[in-house]
């Protein structure tokens, strides 16, 4: 792929983090994610990719929402065709209720190298890549934990899990208390702190627990580039869940590891934060048509990792605030 896709991807998330982040704290999740819809679909149309989105926010009946399988790009034949995941505000209720850690979000791989998750739930483990090797999903909480600290040359009382804090995790987190590691727990947007993992200044050991498998399949983009790890097992809580698993010939009982989900050694990542977390900054409107972002940009094989601060002149660019 060509390296250059990687700014475009970074504009991309830009335009759907200015887009989204007008509706911070105005406790209207819809509106919010279809103005970053729009802006990242916008952008995507000046990208020359032949992509086809495999992680997205529905299916085409769906429609305005960026749907799987849909076709995003410029679309020339001599264009890079590649496999899209995206999630133009990972944090809704983030965004709605003026919290921290929403993020827009895109990973791009080459055609057919990026699982086609259903949308139901993964039940996740992930880590940075100083403990790469040392998790595993169906060992015991206490031992994933003690093969952390070992890796990480810390004790078991210095380590921090972050979950999401829901009902569904109750065991967990008595599982997790028990050992005798700290917590620390997020209300959304589990694929930033997935991705925490591998700073050491996040304050983030690892991740447990479950969430989205759509968010768990752009995780994994991120560690890999990162060289983290990354485990997970498909779950479905209905009959309509079921049946899309059936539908996409998704294995329930398989564990997937980092490698499943993201195939193969070309990989691109870009996230703009939204609203500020521990790992990006949120944008911030600095007077009149004025705006700041901080996008984070990973690539593989290179392992580059960059921080990006732009300033934005909305009135020279107003299809990013619409």
Do not use: W
Request: proline content about 3%; aromatic content about 4%.
């Amino acid at each position: 792929m060509d390296r250059d896709l990687s700014l475009n991807l970074a504009r991309v998330t830009e335009a759907a983090a200015l887009s989204g982040a007008k509706f911070l704290g105005k406790g209207d999740k819809n509106a919010a994610d279809g103005a970053a819809v729009d802006a990242m679909r916008r952008m995507f149309d000046t990208v020359h990719i032949n992509g086809t989105v495999v992680i997205g926010e529905g299916e085409i009946d769906e429609a305005p929402m960026l749907y799987i399988g849909e076709k995003i790009g410029l679309q020339m034949e001599t264009d890079d065709p590649v496999d899209i995941a995206v999630d133009p505000i990972d944090g809704t209720t983030a965004i709605a209720n003026g919290m921290n850690n929403s993020i827009a979000v895109v990973a791009l791989a080459p055609k057919g190298c990026l699982l086609h998750a259903p949308d139901v739930y993964m039940n996740k483990i992930a880590c940075g890549p100083k403990a790469k090797g040392r998790i595993k999903l169906e060992a015991p909480v206490a031992e994933n934990i003690k093969n952390v600290a070992e890796a990480l040359n810390k004790n078991v009382e210095d380590i921090t899990v972050s979950l999401l804090n829901r009902d569904r995790h109750k065991k967990l987190i008595e599982e997790i208390r028990a050992t005798g590691a700290r917590i620390k727990m997020i209300s959304d947007g589990d694929i930033v702190t997935a991705l925490s993992t591998c700073f050491e200044h996040s304050g983030v050991d690892m991740i447990m627990g479950i969430g989205g498998a759509p968010e768990g399949v752009i995780a994994a983009a991120a560690l890999k580039c990162m060289g983290g790890d990354f485990q997970g097992k498909l779950m479905y809580y209905d009959d309509a869940q079921k049946k899309r698993c059936e539908e996409l010939h998704s294995d329930l009982e398989k564990i997937y590891t980092i490698e499943d989900l993201v195939k193969g050694n070309e990989v691109l990542f870009a996230a703009t934060g939204i609203s500020s977390g521990d790992l990006l900054e949120g944008v911030r409107f600095i007077g009149e048509d004025m705006a700041k972002t901080q996008t984070l940009v990973l690539r593989l094989p290179s392992g580059t990792v960059r921080f990006i601060d732009s300033v934005h002149n909305l009135k020279q660019k107003p299809e990013y605030a619409k």
